[in-house]
Structures are given as C-alpha cells and as structure tokens.
C-alpha cells in the first residue's frame, strides 16, 4: 500500500498483539510526524530489551541474570505460584499476600489455540518440584476455561507427589485474566486459597 521502509513498518507495527492493519498504519504515522528524538529513544530501548533481558532458567520470569531476583531471594517460603505469564508475577507481587517463589507456565492448555502440555513449561516444573523442598504450589492460572483445565491437569500430575496444591479462591473474576483483578480481590483470593481436589 505504501512504498518501501514505511510499508515496512506497517508490517511489522501490524505483528504485535492487539495491533491489526489499522492499528499499525495509526502507530506509523504517529512515530512518521514524533520528534525523531523521542522515536530514537523508542528504537533504543527495544534493541536494549532484546540484548539485556533474559528469561529466569528457574521460573521463566523475565530476568536481567540467568536467575531473576525472586528465585535469588533466599527469604523467599518454599512455596510456588504457577502463572501463565510474567505479567502476573508482576500482578500477584503487588498485593505483597505471597512470599514463596514463581513458575511461568508461558501460556494455557488450549486445544483450540493448537496450545497441549508440551509447549508450556510443564515438564521444567515437575524437573522442579522433584528435587526441591516445596511444600505448596498455588495453582494461579488464569480464572478462565483455558486457566481451569490446565490448574486440573498441573493438579493431576502434582497431587501424586504428596505436595499441598491450591488455588486462588473464587471471587476472581470468572473468564477473565489474573491481571485485571484489583489488589484488594487478588489479595483475598490468596489469602483465602483452597485444596483443589481433583
Ligand atoms: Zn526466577
């Protein structure tokens, strides 16, 4: 539609989630007519993210080391919470109700979306859970269809372990995601975990 390095642009503007062709035509010309400065600074930034941040080899959360400073923090309890993605580790340090450690699951079972078991960080979790001193694992996937069916299959395989495995109470909103819950809810959520029995 347009010539060269701005259809370029385009293009690449319209593979980032939430941006469809509209979108990504807006984002062009609004980064085409921004002071260049603020545009480098915007380019800088995502070469830096790209050469500086890195996934935690324990947990998956985004890190600056080969571990990030949660698996680092040895005051941390021996628990873990299970989450879909590094946006709720972020969620759930905020309300400051959970002192245990984290596991990025990098997504949800999803058969429609082409997501089974083996693309998400399952079997790094039981490598995990077989040679540590965790006694809880919070099951805090996502309070949807997609989170419910992956907490139940987690908590088939876990229970067997002899571990002590729960999930966030309900009060979180229903088909929705982790994130959006306000702190006061996510925070009785923990508070109030219970025994899933599956
Ligand atoms: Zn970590």
Redesign the pocket.
Known sequence: MYEGVVQDLIEELGQLPGVGPKGAQRIAFFLLSADPADVKRLAAVLVEVTERVKF?R??F?V?EDD??R??KDARRDPSVCVVEEPKDVAAIEKIREFRG??HVLGGAISPIDGVGPDDLRIKELMTRLADSSVTEIILATDPNLEGEATATYLARMIKPMGLRVTRPASGLPVGGELEYADEVTLGRAFEGRRLLDV
Request: charged share 20%.
């Open positions: 935690c324990v947990c959360n890190a571990e990030c949660i698996c450690r984290y």
